[in-house]
């Protein structure tokens, strides 16, 4: 039987050289499929996710449609490479959870009442999992959301919580998902200061649960900035392309 790895060094540390409250290298870029509507490649260290958009358009088939507001769809899936062991492509218990999560985190701030009868269909796949593999999904369906032009109130950012050894830790790896002693998905629309995504398996004491939510408050807004600034370049670098031409 094997031992428990260590996920708190002697130094405090964590196993990948992280303070416990320091989020993993996050990259984003937007505009990334060409046939979408909007896009965005998600990295959260080793955990890749790419999100897409397409809509808002007819709903079909057309018994889903809804006379005052427009059916947002979620699909998250997990490619079959996406895990150390192959994966089977067809959808498991969790991913169909996992699509109705997030598709309620966003419905709490996509503008859906101003494209009555249509339909807005997000597409999350995980191209690579190391942890925190929803929150990432989260983050990038709400900046496909933006980059495909869908009215929003704000966007949502997602980060995972631990509890690793009785420490709080932020933003966690696969191993200490694993091995963890408790997991808090929490999903944040920053400016609104609204809690759209609270999931916890395991137990967190009251102070615990203080300490996440300032951890989480505040790897939110970084990870916010790199949102923005990608959004931003994608926009500028379009506008410099036509007044060039």
């Known amino acids: 039987m094997s031992s428990k790895p260590?996920?708190?060094?002697?130094?405090?540390?964590?196993?990948?050289?992280?303070?416990?409250?320091?989020?993993?290298?996050?990259?984003?870029?937007?505009?990334?499929?060409k046939n979408a509507n909007g896009s965005t490649l998600v990295e959260y260290g080793g955990t890749r996710v790419i999100a897409a958009v397409y809509g808002p358009r007819?709903?079909?088939?057309?018994?889903?449609s809804m006379p005052d507001r427009?059916?947002?769809?979620?699909?998250?899936?997990?490619?079959p490479f996406s895990t150390d062991e192959r994966k089977s492509p067809a959808p498991t218990r969790r991913e169909i959870e996992l699509s109705k999560v997030i598709r309620e985190a966003l419905e709490a701030v996509v503008f859906t009442q101003l494209f009555p009868r249509a339909g807005i269909d997000v597409f999350i796949e995980v191209l690579?999992?190391?942890?925190?593999?929803?929150?990432?999904?989260?983050?990038?369906?709400?900046?496909?959301?933006?980059?495909?032009?869908?009215?929003?109130?704000?966007?949502?950012?997602?980060?995972a919580i631990g509890k690793i050894n009785g420490t709080i830790v932020v933003d966690v790896n696969e191993l200490e998902d694993q091995y963890g002693e408790a997991d808090l998905p929490i999903g944040i629309a920053p400016n609104l200061g609204e809690i759209v995504l609270f999931q916890l398996n395991?137990?967190?004491?009251?102070?615990?649960?203080?300490?996440?939510?300032?951890?989480a408050f505040k790897a939110v807004d970084q990870i916010y900035r790199v949102a923005k600034d990608a959004l931003h370049y994608k926009y500028m670098k379009l506008l410099e392309e036509v007044k060039a031409q």
């Open 6 to 33: 260590i996920l708190i060094r002697e130094d405090g540390k964590r196993v990948d050289g992280r303070k416990p409250d320091e989020i993993r290298p996050v990259k984003i870029t937007v505009g990334v499929l």
């Open 70 to 79: 427009a059916v947002l769809r979620v699909r998250y899936h997990m490619a």
């Open 128 to 159: 690579q999992a190391d942890g925190g593999t929803r929150t990432a999904g989260l983050t990038a369906a709400s900046i496909a959301l933006a980059d495909a032009g869908i009215p929003m109130k704000d966007l949502v950012i997602g980060v």
């Open 202 to 215: 395991g137990v967190l004491t009251r102070e615990e649960l203080k300490t996440s939510m300032e951890l």
């Open 58 to 64: 007819e709903a079909l088939p057309r018994h889903i």
